[in-house]
């Protein structure tokens, strides 16, 4: 049974740097094809790809916030986590990981999501 | 990047109603996209992958089709389960949504 869980702080300050952990069970992060990506979704708005890593350490990541995005995985935890640097009340919304295998490039496996808000 | 176009916005359905949501690529995608329904507080799930291909688990009134930049989801018989939000999304990196289509009933 493939789970995702997305774990992080609720509340972070402007300027801040986020880091949300993405807790995976039921696949491994060195397992041929397979990644995780991370996406988000302000309050009523559309979904926002940021960024993947796959199971081979490649990396891709959303042009627009590029300069403020890292993603890396703990294959022995089972974790990839991601890190937004200088938050903005903007950047409030529901963060979500999910499976992605490279070879479709789609999403099969979400997460609950975890809702942050940046807020002074 | 690629820009995912969606419509309508918005529809108003009822159960038993044939619904078509439309997407369109400003670029030409080939068959790399998907769709996903999204329901209130909930986590997207997958539902069509390389254009036309439906997800397992997935009910068959729901289809796609198309490729290059012009894509449709139907649903054939819309059922009750089925008011939602549904995402297209490019299959290219960088991964690109649509804007997203809300079926509310009428």
């Known amino acids: 049974q493939v789970t995702l869980k997305e774990s992080g702080p609720v509340l972070v300050k402007p300027t801040e740097t986020l880091t949300l952990t993405c807790s995976v069970s039921?696949?491994?992060?060195?397992?041929?094809?397979?990644?995780v990506s991370w996406i988000r979704q302000p309050p009523g708005k559309a979904l926002e790809w940021l960024a993947h890593?796959?199971?081979?350490?490649?990396?891709s990541h959303s042009t627009s916030l590029k300069s403020r995005l890292t993603i890396s995985k703990d294959a022995s935890r089972s974790q990839v986590v991601l890190t937004m640097t200088n938050m903005d009340p903007v950047d409030t919304a529901t963060y979500y990981c999910?499976?992605?295998?490279?070879?479709?490039?789609?999403?099969?496996?979400w997460g609950q999501g975890t809702l942050v808000t940046v807020s002074s | 990047d690629i820009q995912m176009t969606q419509s309508p916005s918005s529809v108003s359905a009822s159960v038993g109603d044939r619904v078509t949501i439309t997407c369109r690529a400003s670029l030409g995608v080939g068959s790399w996209l998907a769709w996903y329904q999204q329901k209130p507080g909930k986590a997207p799930s997958l539902l069509i992958y390389a254009a036309s291909s439906l997800q397992s688990g997935v009910p068959s009134r729901f289809s796609g089709s198309g490729s290059g930049t012009d894509f449709t989801l139907t649903i054939s018989s819309l059922q009750p389960e089925d008011f939602a939000t549904y995402y297209c999304?490019?299959?290219?990196?960088?991964?690109?949504f649509g804007g997203g289509t809300k079926v509310e009933m009428k």
């Open positions: 890593i796959f199971w081979n350490g490649e990396k």
């Open positions: 999910a499976r992605i295998k490279d070879t479709t490039m789609v999403l099969d496996y």
């Open positions: 999304q490019q299959a290219n990196s960088p991964l690109i």
């Open positions: 039921g696949f491994s992060l060195t397992d041929l094809r397979m990644g």
